[in-house]
């Protein structure tokens, strides 16, 4: 059974930087993609961030510049750094990967950024 623990949440002021970490047990991450959501209250989950097997990273428009996607193999995490946060960025965090066709879901973080 593939599980996904989110961690590092917080509350921060704008302009402050958090890092999120995903650890991941049942599928092993260098060998699949895992992505970052967040979802802000009453509004729809929405993509962040991925890094694929081979390492290669894609970004939402709204983060580029800002977040930063990377793994350790041999934890078999992955990490979100959040510099530069908004209060717009304030969400639950979600990270995600599929495995043989299912997606799975970790429990999520709550990130909140005042002004």
């Known amino acids: 059974q593939v599980q996904l623990v989110e961690s590092g949440g917080g509350a921060v002021q704008a302009g402050g930087s958090l890092r999120l970490s995903c650890v991941v047990s049942?599928?092993?991450?260098?060998?699949?993609?895992v992505a970052w959501y967040l979802q802000a209250p009453e509004k729809e989950r929405k993509w962040v961030a991925t890094?694929?097997?081979?390492?290669?990273?894609n970004y939402a428009d709204s983060v580029r510049g800002r977040f930063s996607i990377s793994r350790d193999n041999g934890k078999n995490t992955v990490y979100l750094q959040m510099n530069s946060l908004k209060p717009e960025d304030t969400a639950v965090y979600y990270c995600?990967?599929?495995?043989?066709?299912?997606?799975?879901w970790g429990q999520g973080t709550q990130v909140t950024v005042s002004s």
């Open positions: 890094i694929v097997s081979g390492g290669a990273t």
């Open positions: 995600n990967t599929a495995r043989r066709g299912r997606d799975f």
């Open positions: 049942g599928t092993v991450v260098s060998m699949n993609y």
